[in-house]
C-alpha cells in the first residue's frame, strides 16, 4: 500500500465513527428507529419495489429483507442506508445538521492529507465461511431484479472494487455496479476514466487479466468512499482510517493477494477477462433512465467467495431522481466541488450544491461574492471541469452570495432575471462523460463517442453595473424577521 500523504492518529475534524462495520451500524440505526424489517419479500420483484418506495423519502427507514424465498434462511439485503438520522451518523456527524449543514461538516472534515494506513491481519468474521474453485456459487445470495427494466440481477450496488495499478502499486477502491451472469461469474461497469478503469486498461496493454476483488456489503463508510472521488494516487482505505481515526484491519485474498476488510459481509475475488465481452445492462441509473440495450463489458471469473454467517448484501440503487442515490451525492459531492474549485484558485466562492433532481451531476449550483470582472466565468468554467465537477455535467449556474444555491425556485429565478442568454450562457463541447447519459446519439455511443457539452450560465449580476442592477423584491433579513414575529400566526 503506497500513499503519499502523511499518516496522523486522529480523526478528522469534528467526525466521530460510532461503528466499525455493517452490524454495529445497524444496530445504531435502529437506535434511531430507522429500521424496519421484511420478510419474505422476492429476489425477483419485491425487494425491488419496496426499495424504489422508500428511497425517495428522506425520513423513510431503512430496510432490512429477511427470509428471502428460495434464499437459505438468514442471508439479508439491506436497502435505504442513507436517509434519516442515520445518514449523519454514517457519515459521522451531529443527527440535528439539515443537509446543507451536513455537507459542510463533511467538506471541513474531508481532509485526503490526513490519512491513516491500514493494517494487515491474519483472519476476521469474513472468513467464516471459505469456498474457492468448483466450490464457488454466487447464486447462493439472495441478488435482486432492482427494477422492472433491468436486463439482470445486481449483486453489486452497495458495493466497492479493489484492484491495483500494476505500475505504481496503488490500490483503489471504486463503485461499480455488478451483474451476476451465473454461478461463477459477474460483470461490472467502470466507465471510461474511472481509476478502476484505468487500472483495468493497463493490465489490457500488458495483455494480462487483471485480479480484482470485488466487496458486496460492509462498513459503509468505506462503501462510499469507493463511491466519491478520492484524487488519484490517495487509497480510499488510508483515507477511511483517517475520517475514524483508527486504521481498517485488512486480509488479503487467497487467490489475488489483494486487501479487503476483515469485518467485510461478503467479497468476491477473481480475474477479469478483457477479451471476453458478454451482455451488461440495461440497469435503472443515476439519470433517473435506463442504460442503453446492448452494452458489453469484460466478464469477470470469479475464483473464491468469502461471506460472514448470515452475511447482509448491501443495495445502494438509483431510482427516478430524487432518490436515496442523489441525496447522498448531493451532500458530499457539493463539498467536495466547493474544495476542488477553491484550490483551483477560484476565490470567494460561498456556496455549491449539486442539484438532486439532476442525479447531484447534471446541475451545479455556485454562488460567489463576485471580486472582479470575469469572475464568475472563471467560477463555472472550473466547477464545470475540475475533477471532482467534470465527469457526466450538464448546466452550471453562477449566482452571486445573495441567492440560495440550494432553493431550485431562487436559482432558476437568477438565472431568468441575470442572465442574457446571448452574452452569458458559455458552451463547452467534447466533456468528459457519463455513459449513462441517454443523450448520447446512438450512432455516436455506437462508434464510442460518450462525450457531451456543458451550458455555463452567468446568473451574476453584469460586473460593472452590479450596484445598479435592479433590486430583488425581497424583504430584507431584519424585515422578515419582524414580520414572521408579529404576522406568523397567520400562517399557522
Ligand atoms: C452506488 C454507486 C454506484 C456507482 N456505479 C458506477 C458504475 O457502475 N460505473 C461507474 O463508472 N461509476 C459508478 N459510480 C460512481 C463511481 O463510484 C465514482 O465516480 C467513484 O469516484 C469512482 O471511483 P474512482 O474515482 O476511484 O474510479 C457509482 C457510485 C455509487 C455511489
Known sequence: ????????????????????DLREWLAEAELFNEVKVVRGA???????????????????????????????????????IFGGKRKNMTLG????????????????????????????VESGPIFDNVRTGADVNLEIFPTPIWHAG?????????????????????????????????????????????????????YVERGEKMPVVL????????????????PDGVSEFDVAGGMRGKPLELVRGRVTGLPFPANAEIVLEGFVHPDTLVPEGPFGDWTGTYTEKGRKRPLCEISAIYYRNDPILLGFVPQSLPDEYSRYRAITRSALLKQNMTAAGVPDVKAVWAHECGGSRLLYGVSIK??????????????????????????????DDDIDVTDLHELIWAALTRADPVQDIDFIRGAWNSPADPRVDPADRARGKVTSSRMIINA?????????????????????QRARQKFGWLLE
Open 1 to 20: 500500500m503506497s500513499s503519499k500523504k502523511i499518516a496522523v492518529e486522529t480523526p478528522n475534524e469534528g467526525m466521530r465513527l460510532v461503528y466499525d
Open 42 to 80: 422476492s429476489w425477483q420483484e419485491e425487494i425491488g419495489l419496496a426499495t424504489e418506495l422508500v428511497s425517495h423519502s428522506d425520513t423513510a427507514p431503512a430496510v432490512l429483507f429477511e427470509d428471502i424465498p428460495g434464499i437459505r434462511k438468514g442471508f439479508r439485503v439491506l436497502a435505504n
Open 93 to 120: 456527524f451531529r443527527s440535528d445538521l439539515d443537509k446543507v449543514q451536513l455537507s459542510d461538516a463533511f467538506a471541513n472534515a474531508w481532509d485526503t492529507d490526513r490519512i491513516i494506513p491500514p493494517v494487515y
Open 150 to 202: 433491468d436486463g439482470g440481477r445486481y449483486l453489486g450496488t452497495g458495493s466497492y472494487n479493489v484492484t491495483q495499478d500494476p505500475d505504481s502499486g496503488e490500490f483503489n477502491l471504486g463503485t461499480y455496479r455488478i451483474m451476476l451472469h451465473d454461478d461463477k461469474h459477474v460483470t461490472y461497469n467502470a466507465a471510461p476514466g474511472k481509476h478502476g478503469r484505468l487500472h483495468h486498461d493497463k
Open 215 to 230: 466487496v458486496l456489503g460492509g462498513d459503509p463508510l468505506t462503501f462510499l468512499l469507493g463511491g466519491t472521488e478520492v
Open 370 to 399: 463576485q471580486r472582479f470582472d470575469g469572475h464568475a466565468v472563471q467560477a463555472g468554467h472550473i466547477a464545470s471541469q475540475c475533477y471532482v465537477g467534470a465527469y457526466g455535467g450538464r448546466w452550471v449556474i453562477v449566482v
Open 460 to 480: 451574476c449580476r453584469p460586473y460593472s453595473w452590479r450596484n445598479e442592477f435592479p433590486a430583488p423584491v425581497k424583504a430584507s433579513a431584519e424585515a422578515a
